[in-house]
């Protein structure tokens, strides 16, 4: 159902497939100049075919805590001009970079397309979930997911050496949520996100959202459902936990207005939702 107030958003898919179709389409602009196992000035690339073809399992130490996540390389990815996707999992049944891996279906989308892809896991959060940061709403003391996926970015930008100009974040339902939070806060590094639900998370109702401004523009590609029960498409309040889930209309209106992209032209105007909705966890 396509309610005529809504046309700015596309209904929800449950596979992050759509997202990297979006986001990777096109021809490769060239071979690369470098290639695995060849110096490139500054560090030596592993041989490729100890990644290609099949995924591993990778792990990296972020302010003294490992953290881990698998990364499929593709043969028909090439050093200093295919794009880098992290990919964020969702909370609960959809936790963990290896389910992410499975549902999404994007290995097989890489294999086609050249990019590689690390599928990221979160952390157990207060209800024994694993989780994303997002604004430090589960966590007592958050862990700092920001970090996690800027060093995951540098490491493999020094070992696989991505085109720089296209690295990207996907993620659903959490992981959406943490991937406008990558939106916001790392602007200057990635090329885009996608998100297949999960809102901008705005606490405390009683005061005044704040978001801070991305450094730079950065293309955002949202698809929503207004069916979603755990993921509000007009948002929600939820008074036992002091928090605003954002609505359709304030993401819309964060990324197409001044504090980020400055859209000069948006089509339709008209408003996605007559009001904010109210729930409670």
């Known amino acids: ?55 591993v399992s990778e792990s990296i130490n972020v302010d003294g805590v490992n953290r881990t996540y698998r990364l499929y390389v593709p043969r028909s990815f090439y050093p200093g001009d295919s794009a880098l996707i992290i990919a964020l999992h969702g909370r609960g049944a959809g936790g963990a970079g290896s389910a992410m891996e499975q549902y999404s279906q994007l290995d097989a989308k890489a294999d086609h397309e050249g990019f590689a892809v690390a599928y990221l896991d979160g952390l157990v959060d207060a209800t024994g979930t694993l989780n994303w940061n997002y604004y430090d709403f589960f966590f007592a003391s958050g862990p700092d997911d920001i970090g996690f996926v800027r060093s995951v970015i540098d490491l493999l930008q020094q070992q696989l050496q991505p085109n720089s100009k296209r690295i990207y ?36 109702p009683s005061s ?7 450094a730079v523009p950065i293309s955002v590609l949202l698809l929503k459902g207004d069916q979603d029960p ?12 002091s928090m605003t889930e954002a609505s359709s209309d304030q993401d819309f209106d964060y990324w197409t207005g001044s504090a980020a992209n400055r859209c000069e032209y948006i089509s339709p105007e008209g408003p996605l939702c007559e009001n904010v909705g109210v729930g409670d966890a």
């Open 1 to 55: 159902m396509w309610p005529s107030t809504k046309r700015r958003q596309i209904t929800w898919y449950s596979s992050g497939l759509l997202v990297a179709l979006a986001l990777t389409g096109g021809a490769r602009s060239s071979m690369s100049q470098v290639k695995a196992g060849e110096s490139s000035g500054y560090i030596t690339l592993p041989p490729l075919d100890s990644l290609t073809g099949h995924s």
């Open 169 to 204: 974040v996907v993620g659903t339902s959490a992981g959406g949520f943490m991937a406008q939070r990558v939106g916001v806060e790392l602007s200057d590094r990635v090329a885009a996100i996608g998100v297949v639900e999960g809102n901008l998370c705005l606490l405390s």
């Open 208 to 214: 005044p959202p704040s978001i801070p401004n991305p």
């Open 230 to 241: 755990n993921n509000q498409y007009c948002g929600a309040v939820f008074p036992s936990f």
